[in-house]
């Protein structure tokens, strides 16, 4: 739902995902929503799974850290989160929310989903030799 200030700037009112309460936002241009819609001009059933895991490692983010995923990639940029640490944390946490029983090609797409935002964040990974 958008409404219109006196200033000419939209306002949207969404849930955040990770505490489920309404927050207004003028940010509607945000990383993770570009992120998503250059996703989805490929497919949006894609996009739609990508939305699904972001939101999951945005709980991880805020529990953990106390942060929102733009806020974590800040972090990283200024070298005070390692994205290695980040994304290791990241895989504990979805094996134990599974009570270990998440199947390894799951862990690897919501971890490549992952590495695929934070590199589209303009965060450096080096080069895998698999």
Known sequence: MKASSGTGSAES???N???NKRVHSKNDDSII???LTNVAVVNESTAQK???RLKKFG???FDRYGL???NIVVEIKNAKIDPYDLLTGYILFLKQESNNTIASNSLKNY???IKNFLEYSDIDFLESSN
Do not use: C, G, L
């Open 13 to 15: 009112v969404v849930i």
């Open 111 to 113: 971890v490549i989903t």
């Open 50 to 52: 990508y939305n699904e």
């Open 33 to 35: 929503s570009r992120y």
């Open 59 to 61: 709980k991880y983010t």
């Open 17 to 19: 995902p990770y505490t």
């Open 68 to 70: 929102e995923i733009q």
